[in-house]
């Protein structure tokens, strides 16, 4: 068991261009969460999938960023005509299913900057 | 709505000493759990401890205790022996049982040990 892993770990792009992010989550994992964080903020929730179900979307995640998990296993998160805004660190997280509440089990994170 | 308030940006604490970073939460359900993440400078979020609702004893995670007192709504997370180690972002963070699958994270404390 290697933990949650994300490529890539940095990224820097210009306004407008798209960029995709991608996340393995623990290979038993079911559940796969994304988040993003800003200096000097926690974790603020994006999405979540179970398994390739997208079931939960933030209002945060607005219609340039899509996120996709084809087999339930790996995902990706796009971002479209990226804005400065979007500069941020995206992390990715995953945790077992079933009942209960569950620690989620975070990746190292991917810091976009938008020039 | 669901909240997480850390009030505390920055502590600091001598080595070997003990620490407490406060939590407090809002939510009105009866059922959700409450985690303590670390983030050290590399920016991964490691998972340090759990803490039920329901659950009657205070959670304990070798150094780590985490003291909740559910009448207050807090969640405190104790440090004790601290090391140099130590000196990371930790946050607080809350997921409620019945309204999605979301954590709701605080803005986060920074603990500097010194030696």
């Known amino acids: 068991d290697t933990g949650v892993s994300q490529n890539p770990r940095h990224k820097i792009t210009k306004r407008g261009q798209n960029v995709t992010f991608r996340c393995d989550p623990i290979?038993?994992?079911?559940?796969l969460y994304w988040y993003r964080q800003t200096l000097g903020q926690g974790p603020e929730f994006l999405t979540y999938f179970q398994n390739e179900a997208q079931l939960e979307k933030s209002r945060l995640l607005s219609d340039r960023f899509s996120a996709e998990r084809p087999k339930g296993s790996f995902s990706t998160l796009e971002i479209q005509r990226t804005e400065q805004g979007d500069s941020a660190m995206y992390l990715c997280?995953?945790?077992?299913?079933?009942?209960?509440?569950?620690?989620?089990?975070f990746g190292p994170g991917t810091r976009l900057t938008v020039t | 709505a669901q909240k997480i308030t850390q009030t505390q940006p920055g502590m600091f604490v001598q080595e070997k000493e003990a620490v407490t970073l406060d939590c407090t939460y809002d939510?009105?359900?009866?059922?959700?759990?409450l985690f303590w993440y670390k983030q050290p400078s590399s920016g991964e979020m490691i998972f340090l401890i759990y803490?039920?609702?329901?659950?009657?004893q205070n959670a304990t995670e070798g150094r780590y205790s985490l003291n909740f007192q559910k009448a207050r709504k807090s969640a405190n997370l104790v440090i004790s022996a601290s090391q140099l180690g130590d000196s990371a972002m930790y946050f607080c963070?809350?997921?409620?049982?019945?309204?999605?699958?979301?954590?709701?994270f605080g803005t986060g404390t920074s603990l500097t040990v010194i030696p």
């Open positions: 939510t009105s359900d009866p059922s959700y759990g």
């Open positions: 803490q039920g609702s329901y659950d009657q």
């Open positions: 963070a809350m997921r409620v049982t019945n309204t999605g699958n979301q954590f709701y």
């Open positions: 290979s038993e994992h079911n559940r």
């Open positions: 997280a995953s945790s077992l299913g079933g009942t209960g509440v569950r620690e989620q089990y």
